[in-house]
């Protein structure tokens, strides 16, 4: 029987409502959803610029804010290899040619000051067959930055993907440049993939430092100064805390080398180093100046040139010279008396002298040695005196600096090098120093015998040149792992050196620490200093204010 037509149409009236309805439902269930998507992107975005970020994958295809430190490295987003689950890209590295090159991402907008972060970054080595590569961040920017180390390798290309991983707490972020990159410090052109990389908050933050703790300096406020090495970094904040509570006197950790100061010839950059050196003076504490003949973080225009064939050659001593003079005149009349010493030439004499009598003979064969010739560190000292001697209301002492000087041969060898030239110089003015004092860098591990540092600081005595212990730290455990054991050993190794310091105070005018905490340390992975990376007091700090109390109660 039909359906009357009435009815049809009712029904069919009935269904298009039902669609209606449904369709209505569907586009208020998707609004919903839409707006929810919304809110969780919102509050992704939001929780990125507190806590970091999870993952950068390359699967975009783009470089994700990556670029190449130098700029003259290749960076290319390639499917050749890849790390991410399902994915397909990496990012290659290649083009390098010098050893901190390499691929560099700006993180400060995500980062919260006082928070520590926790970065991991995989890598694939693709040439040579061995090379160590290293995770590391940049804070600030010129020539007053940090550089700390946070995760090292050496990976060989069948070693696949590795992953490096290490952790740091941003104090200040004033500077509003901070960068993660992948580097290799033993190898200038090796190639590699990076990828899978993750920047995030480890949940710890500090506000203060310790502020109960007695002062360093004070403990020796009758015998010596008490310096650190600083970078811009801890001129703000609680690193400038701790820097102005525990220290008297700063040495630029790099900002004041000659590679920093005048790059290219003819063009001095000051501002960086003006900025730590005033900033300092004006907190009260005094600075050394540090340093202006070396052979490392120097121009290579001061004494190599290239041929017209594309060979290197070593200028001609008088050229040399002339580029040696210009740099001292310049930058020590720059900083004038706003130092009370300078780093006049730092690391000449080579590790192994078997002979130290003949302390020439021991010398490390440099650029400088070979373009200027041996007595390139007399001629480097006479240039500097003359400026003071220009400027007889400036009272600064000229030192020489050095490493591994509880070495007795490598110290002998020093002590025979500044015996002569300052015995030359004593025949044309008998009255005077032109060395007027010895800088024991002091980089040691918790092996190293305190005896051997007593025998040194006494020879150097013996000289009649005053002494400055100008770049303390002292490793100890390993992969920024620190056992309670080591560091009581660690702290009873500083308490022993400054009980060889206190006695000899007389003759000591500085002591430096090389940096304050562990965490932003040249040495970081194996915790050389006072404090921890929480800027918190550890047995080394206590080894250092109580010597006799550190060694009784240990
Ligand atoms: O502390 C400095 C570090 O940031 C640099 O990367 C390094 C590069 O050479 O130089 C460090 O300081 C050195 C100092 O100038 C001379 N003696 C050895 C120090 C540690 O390498």
Known sequence: MRTPLTKRIAILFLIFVVILVCMFIV???MKEKDVSIDIEDEAAKVRDADEGFRLITFEDQTMEGFEGRAGSETLTVTDEENHTDDGKYALKTEGRTSTWHGPSLRVEKYVDEGTEYRVSVWVKLIEPENSQIQLSTQIGEGTSANYVNLAQKTISTWDGWIQLEGAYRYNNVSSKYLTIY???SDNAEASFYIDDISFESTGSKIEKIQSELMPVKQSYEDEFLIGTAISSEDLAGIRFDLLTTHFNSVTAGNAMKPGELQRTKGN?????ADNLVDTSLDAGMKVHGHTLVWHQQSPEWMNTAIDTDGNMRYLSREEALDNMRTHIKTVVEHFADKVISWDVVNEAMSDNSTNPSDWKASLRKSPWYYSVGEDYIEQAFLAAREVLDEHPDWDIKLYYNDYNLDNQNKSLA?????????ENYQKVYPEKLLIDGIGMQGHYTVNTNPANVELSLE?????????????????????YQLSERQANDQGYLYAQLFNIFRKNAEHISRVTIWGMDDGTSWRSATNPLLFDKNLKAKPAYYGVINPDKFIEEH
């Open 182 to 184: 992948v580097e290799s």
């Open 459 to 479: 020879r150097f005595i013996d000289l009649g040149v005053e002494v400055s212990i100008s770049e303390l730290d002292v490793q100890a455990g390993s992969n």
């Open 27 to 29: 586009h208020v269930y």
């Open 414 to 422: 020093v002590y025979n090098m500044v015996k002569e030239i300052n």
């Open 268 to 272: 001095f950059t000051f501002s960086g």
